[in-house]
């Protein structure tokens, strides 16, 4: 899956599609095939805020708990609670239908420190 | 990350070719997944799964002393095992901690102690360290030979055609030696997923032919190369040990519930003495089965609370597509706690989510 040319990337892979003075964030293909078939998510609380780079949740393969980190700072206005019975959502389809959570903006300039997709597509074919 | 000297078994090749993810495990490179292990625990339960287990430790024995000197360093019987059988067994320490569990096959001639591949080392220096002035010859054949496992309802449909002798008629944990597409090989009818199925031995050089005509032959229906990750999904759902979770050196086969291989009356093996004041006693710590009633999944380590006592800890947990999309642990419980039917918590980072014990084993085939 080629990295969508309209989002931004951080080095954690996570995608944040900014709207606005909101955003969309997830996991990248790059992601959800690296953990394998994902079976559980904690994502951040309605109402709560979450750090550019600092700790947003946590995703769980079958083998493993990974930690989830936000990519950029924000309120977090809204999560995909389908996940909860659907977590094998994310793994489908990283960019759509297994979108994480949504957050109102802190600071649009922080996307000054995330990748485009060039720049994403080099770190995530290593 | 260094992968130093990792050992590759004979279908290294083959487990490239096929796109696995290979890691390291007990100092081979093994496949943990192909597709996904979700997908290759599915195709186990519904048709078969092709694993390569040749990373296990697999010594053989000869010599008229073997079965009463192993007699004296495992706890289940082995002179009373029939030609051709296959039996369970745990070798324990002093104290009735366990070193291993293994799988004895009693052959023509000679006899196959399979044991696993974190424990090779440790098993080779304990078996030589203990051997008689004569009457028991040992060679360690780790790596030299490979095992293939093919495991699922399909499994005798699916071997059949590749042996002479009728596999449908093999009795449970017994064994044939005969040849699988003209290769000779010993073939057991164990396993370790709780489904139907065999494990093939075969010499290291016909290992990748046998591998890939298996699944070329019948991939169509239904047969999936399987990683590790599956088998571990499949063992717990199975409620069969894992060493290092359910069997340590400081769990006991009693605790772990496997006191049914357990022959007290065989008067003097290591462990012996201290395993029967366990039993006496009744007072020991437990594996015990737990289904979450969350979605989080328990995993190794997590502390289980019973109202407000830390009552343990985990052993082994996983998402368990065979129980009904459940998260399933197996965790070491205080006795009180470890009655089926017992609400417990376990604390997933720092929060407690409910749990509930159950009887061993969380699935059983219906066949």
Known sequence: MAQPEHLLYSKEHEWVKVDGDTATIGVTDYAQNSLGDIVYVELPKVGGKVEQFGNAGVIESVKAVSDLYSPISGEVLEVNNALDADPAAINRAPYDEGWLFKVRLADAGETANLLGAADYEKLATL | ?367
Not at chain 2, 117 to 133: G, I, R, V
Not at chain 2, 195 to 202: A, C, H, M, N, Y
Not at chain 2, 244 to 269: N, S, Y
Not at chain 2, 303 to 325: D, K
């Open chain 2, 1 to 367: 990350m260094s992968v130093g000297t990792l050992r590759r078994t004979a279908l290294y090749d083959e487990h490239v070719r096929l796109g696995a993810r290979l890691v390291p495990f007990a100092g081979f490179e093994m496949p943990v997944q192909y597709s996904s292990i979700l997908q290759e625990h599915d195709a186990v339960r519904r048709d078969a799964g092709l694993f390569d287990l040749s990373h296990m430790g697999q010594f053989v024995l000869t010599g008229e002393g073997v079965a009463a000197w192993a007699d004296t360093l495992a706890i289940n019987d082995v002179a009373t095992m029939k030609p051709l059988q296959a039996r369970y067994n745990i070798f324990c320490n002093e104290h009735g901690g366990a070193h291993d569990d293994t799988i004895f096959y009693r052959l023509d001639g000679r006899w196959l102690l399979v044991v696993n591949a974190s424990n090779a080392a440790k098993m080779w220096d304990h078996l030589n360290a203990h051997m008689p002035f004569s009457g028991v010859g040992l060679a360690n054949h780790h790596g030299e030979r490979a095992l293939i496992a093919i495991q699922g309802p399909k499994s005798v449909a699916m071997l059949a055609p590749h042996v002479r002798a009728d596999v449908s008629a093999m009795k449970y944990y017994f064994c044939i030696e005969d040849e699988v597409d003209g290769v000779a090989a010993v073939i057991a009818r164990t396993g370790y997923t709780g489904e139907d199925g065999f494990e093939i031995f075969v010499e290291n050089e016909h290992a990748p032919k046998l591998w890939n005509d298996l699944l070329t032959r019948h991939a169509g229906e239904g047969l999936v190369p399987c990683g590790l990750g599956a088998r571990d999904v499949l063992r717990l759902e199975a409620g069969m040990p894992l060493y290092g979770h359910e069997l340590t050196e400081a769990i006991t086969p009693v605790q772990a519930g496997q006191a049914w291989a357990l022959k007290l009356r065989k008067p003097q093996f290591i462990g012996r003495d201290a395993l029967a004041a366990q039993v006496e006693r009744d007072d020991f710590s437990r594996i015990a089965g737990l289904v979450m009633e969350g979605r989080a999944p328990a995993r190794e380590g997590y502390t289980v609370w019973h109202g407000h006592r830390n009552v343990g800890e985990v052993r082994s947990g996983s998402f368990a597509p065979s129980i009904g999309n459940k998260n399933i642990a197996t965790a070491l419980l205080q006795p009180a706690a470890a009655t089926v039917g017992t609400a417990l918590e376990v604390e997933i980072r720092g929060t407690r989510h409910p749990a509930r014990v159950v009887a061993l084993p969380f699935y059983k085939r219906s066949t």
